[in-house]
């Protein structure tokens, strides 16, 4: 995960640790690799900037140069606005303490990982809140789509809403809360329909699901290699729905960063969690000290 980014990082600061004592020239000099090396990584320009900015005045601000460790020091404010761009220590977390049946509406674009993540999520609600989860496909495009969440139900053994053909989203949608209700589900997981490209077709799809759902969570599942798309796609979603996070799947292959570093700063939505792999348990809360940890080695 991150390694390209990683890789390039830790020679700019090998260098610094490297010396005994540091210019304010030398800290530019790294910053300008810094830069380089995040605009390579995907990382949006705003974000950037922002970061170089930021770790600049406070390495030649304050007392840092003149310390015994500076090229550590340097490193130290380095890793700190790493894990501010990432999110902050805090992981946000799911919120489930509304009254059950608590909804989670998963949306996103096709072969975001959208249907495997919905199964996932279920599966770790299950094990690590302890709570019962439905599952619900509504997506009446994508052929067999509604089958796949079946299959992927009874993997993890985690019910889902009986296929009734020919039914509509927004009907499907009732039915599961019915369903929910009288099954005394904790969660309801809805795994809502994806299109190639955001089009008014499937925002207005989404927004009726939303009507009659009314979710706690609206959680959207984005390609983490698709890296600045990822993040356009999460701005064009979080204009029409109100979105409480993001999922990036496939973190596992992703060598540059890009999304994961500039989701929250471009659309003001967390990154909850991340999914690191094909398997079902390869679901990890997204952790920006752990994940600022890796980037640096
Ligand atoms: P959907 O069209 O958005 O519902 O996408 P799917 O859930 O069908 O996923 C498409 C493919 O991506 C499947 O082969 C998944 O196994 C794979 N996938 C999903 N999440 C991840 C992930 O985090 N890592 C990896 N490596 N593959 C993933």
Request: glycine content about 8%.
């Amino acid at each position: 995960m991150f390694d390209s980014l990683s890789d390039r990082l830790g020679g700019v600061f090998d260098k610094l640790r490297g010396r005994g004592a540091l210019s304010e020239q030398d800290v530019r000099d790294a910053m300008r690799e810094v830069r380089v090396a995040l605009l390579e990584a995907d990382v949006a320009l705003p974000v950037v900037r922002r970061f170089v900015d930021r770790v600049t005045e406070k390495a030649i601000g304050a007392e840092v140069l003149k310390s015994v460790t500076p090229g550590q020091q340097v490193v130290k404010i380095v890793n700190d606005e790493l894990i501010e761009t990432l999110g902050g220590e805090v992981h946000e977390g799911l919120n489930l303490e509304a009254k059950p049946p608590v909804v989670i509406m998963m949306v996103g674009l096709q072969g975001s990982g959208k249907t495997t993540t919905t199964a996932k999520l279920a599966k770790y609600i299950r094990e690590k809140h302890g709570k019962k989860a439905l599952m619900a496909s509504l997506d009446v495009n994508r052929p067999a789509a509604q089958e796949q969440l079946a299959v992927l139900g009874t993997q993890i053994d985690v019910a889902t809403l009986p296929i009734v053909a020919g039914q509509q989203p927004v009907d499907i949608a009732r039915r599961a809360l019915e369903s929910a209700r009288l099954q005394n589900s904790d969660v309801l997981l809805l795994d809502t329909a994806g299109r190639l490209h955001v089009d008014e077709a499937l925002m207005a799809e989404m927004k009726a699901v939303a009507g009659i759902a009314t979710p706690t969570e609206v959680l959207l599942v984005v390609d983490a290699l698709t890296g600045q798309d990822a993040v356009n796609v999460a701005q064009n979603f979080s204009s029409e729905v109100s979105l409480t996070g993001v999922i990036l799947t496939r973190m596992d292959g992703d060598a540059r960063g890009g999304a994961a570093l500039s989701m929250r700063h471009v659309t003001g939505k967390p990154i909850k969690f991340a999914g690191t792999g094909e398997k079902l348990d390869a679901l990890e809360p997204f952790q920006p000290s752990r994940i600022a940890n890796r980037i640096l080695g």
